[in-house]
C-alpha cells in the first residue's frame, strides 16, 4: 500500500521475454521476485517479445516489443522489406511513449549486450537503444541488471550497444568478462560491479545425492550455428555440433545409462528430434520444459548434467549437479571457472565424442567433491545477489520508496 499523497513507482520490465527462451524468462521472474518482496507497491508492466505468455505467466500487463511482427524473420519481398522500415520509425515513437510512462525501466540479465550467437543491429541492439535514449531524454531511470556482454567486431552492432550501456542509469554484468568487454569498446565501466546471473535467485527445488548404480545423464542440447560471425559456415558448425552431440548420447546409451535431452529455447526442438531419431532406444527420451524451475527438477534428479546453452549450465550447477559444459562462447567458460569447475568445458564447435567422453567420467569421479564445491559456490552467489538487490534500490528508487520497503520488512 501507499500512503494517499504518494504515486506508486511505475516500473517496465524489456526484453525478448516471453518468445520461447527460458533463460529470459528466468531472469525476467527473479526481478519480479525482487520488486514483489521490497517494492509490492510497485505498478510493473513489460515491453516484450510475447506479451500473451508474460501477461498470462506473470500476470502483469504487457505490449509487444516491436510493431511489426514479422520482425525476426528475414524480409526478402518488396512490402516485407518497407513493412521492416516503417516498423523502426514506428517503434521509435511506441518505445519512447511507452518509457516516458515509467518511473524506472529494467532490463533484467540476459545477453544483451552481446553477439555471440547471430544478431542483426537493426533487431534487438536497435531496440535497446531506442529504449535507453529515450530514458535519458524523459528523465526515466534504465538499468542494465545483471546482463552480458562481449567484444563485438561489427561496427553498426557495436555502435547500438555501446550507446545504449552509455545512456543506461544503471549497469552491472554477470561476469567480469563482460564488464572488460564493455570497457574495451569505450565504456566508462569505473562504477560498474558484477554480479552472479540473476537466475541463482530463484528459488532452487530440492536435491539428494545419487545412491547406488549410475543413474540418468541429463544432456541439454542446442540449436547451435555459431556465432555473428560463423554466418557462412553455420550449417556445418551446426552439423559438426550435432554429430558429435549425437555419437555421445550413443555411447551412454551402450554404457546403459539413462538420457534425459532437455532444450532451453522451442527452437532447440528439432535438435532433439535429430537424436532421437538417431539414437533409437527407449534409454533416451525427451522432456517437455516452460521454466528454469522444470528444468532444476530434472537436473536435480540426474547423476551429471552436460550442456550447451548458458542458462541450462546455470541450472545445473545450481542444483549443483556435476556439469560439463559444451561451450559456445566465453561466458560459459566463465561461468563454469566461477563456478569451480574450469576443468570441464568442451567446445561446441568442435564435439569430439571421444574427448568429450573423456571429461565426463573423470566429472564423476569427483562427483561427490565437486557437488560440496557447487553448495558452497551457490550461497556465495545467493548472497552476492541479495547485495545487488540493495544497491539497486538506492540506485533506482526514491528514498521514500526503500524507506518504505525497509518498512514492510519489519512488519513482523
Not at 511482427?69 to 522500415?85: M, N
Not at 564493455?182 to 546471473?197: F, S
Not at 527445488?205 to 547451435?224: K, R
Amino acid at each position: 500500500m501507499t500512503s494517499a499523497d504518494q504515486t506508486p513507482v511505475r516500473v517496465g520490465v524489456f526484453g525478448l521475454l516471453g518468445s520461447g527462451n527460458l533463460g529470459n524468462d528466468g531472469s525476467l521472474e527473479a526481478v519480479l521476485g525482487y520488486l514483489r518482496a521490497e517494492h509490492p507497491e510497485a505498478v510493473v508492466d513489460a515491453l516484450c517479445g510475447g506479451p500473451e505468455v508474460v501477461a498470462t505467466r506473470y500476470r502483469i500487463p504487457a505490449t509487444r516489443l516491436h510493431w511489426y511482427r514479422g520482425e525476426y524473420r528475414t524480409a526478402s519481398r518488396a512490402g516485407a522489406i518497407a513493412a521492416k522500415g516503417l516498423g523502426k520509425l514506428v517503434d521509435a515513437v511506441r518505445t519512447a511513449a511507452w518509457v516516458r510512462r515509467h518511473d524506472v525501466v529494467i532490463v533484467p540479465g540476459m545477453g544483451v549486450l552481446e553477439a555471440t550467437l547471430p544478431l542483426r543491429p537493426w533487431g534487438f541492439p536497435y531496440a535497446l537503444f531506442l529504449l535507453c535514449a529515450s530514458g535519458r531524454l524523459f528523465g526515466t531511470r534504465v538499468a542494465l541488471v545483471s546482463v552480458g556482454a562481449d567484444a563485438i567486431g561489427r561496427r553498426p552492432t557495436r555502435a547500438l550497444v555501446r550507446w545504449s550501456a552509455r545512456l543506461a542509469t544503471y549497469r552491472s554484468y554477470r561476469d567480469a568478462l563482460s564488464r572488460d568487454a564493455m570497457r574495451a569498446m569505450g565504456v566508462d565501466t569505473e562504477r560498474d560491479k558484477v554480479y552472479p546471473d540473476l537466475a541463482f535467485a530463484l528459488p532452487t527445488p530440492p536435491t539428494s545425492a545419487p545412491s547406488g548404480p549410475p543413474g540418468p545423464v541429463c544432456v541439454g542440447v542446442m540449436a547451435f550455428h555459431g556465432g555473428n560471425d560463423d554466418r557462412a559456415r553455420a550449417e556445418e558448425i551446426h552439423r559438426r555440433y550435432l554429430d558429435g552431440t549425437t555419437r555421445f548420447v550413443r555411447v551412454l546409451v551402450e554404457d546403459g545409462r539413462p538420457v534425459r535431452l532437455l532444450t532451453g529455447d522451442e527452437v532447440d526442438r528439432p535438435v532433439v528430434a535429430a537424436i532421437l531419431d538417431a539414437v533409437d532406444s527407449p534409454l533416451v527420451t525427451a522432456a517437455e520444459a516452460a521454466s528454469l524451475a522444470d528444468l532444476m527438477k530434472q537436473m536435480a534428479a540426474a547423476d551429471t548434467v552436460v550442456a550447451t546453452r548458458y542458462h541450462n549450465l546455470i541450472c545445473a550447477l545450481k542444483v549443483g549437479t556435476p556439469t560439463l559444459a559444451l561451450s559456445y562462447a566465453a561466458k560459459s567458460d566463465a561461468l563454469m571457472a566461477q563456478m569451480g569447475l574450469a576443468a570441464y568445458c568442451h567446445p561446441a564447435r568442435e564435439v569430439d565424442a571421444g574427448r568429450l567422453l573423456e571429461q565426463f567420467r573423470a566429472l564423476e569421479q569427483r562427483s561427490a567433491e565437486l557437488r560440496r564445491i557447487l553448495t558452497e559456490r551457490n550461497l556465495v552467489a545467493a548472497r552476492r545477489l541479495q547485495h545487488q538487490f540493495t544497491s539497486l534500490t538506492a540506485a533506482l528508487f526514491p528514498a521514500i520508496d526503500h524507506a518504505h520497503a525497509h518498512a514492510l520488512r519489519e512488519v513482523p
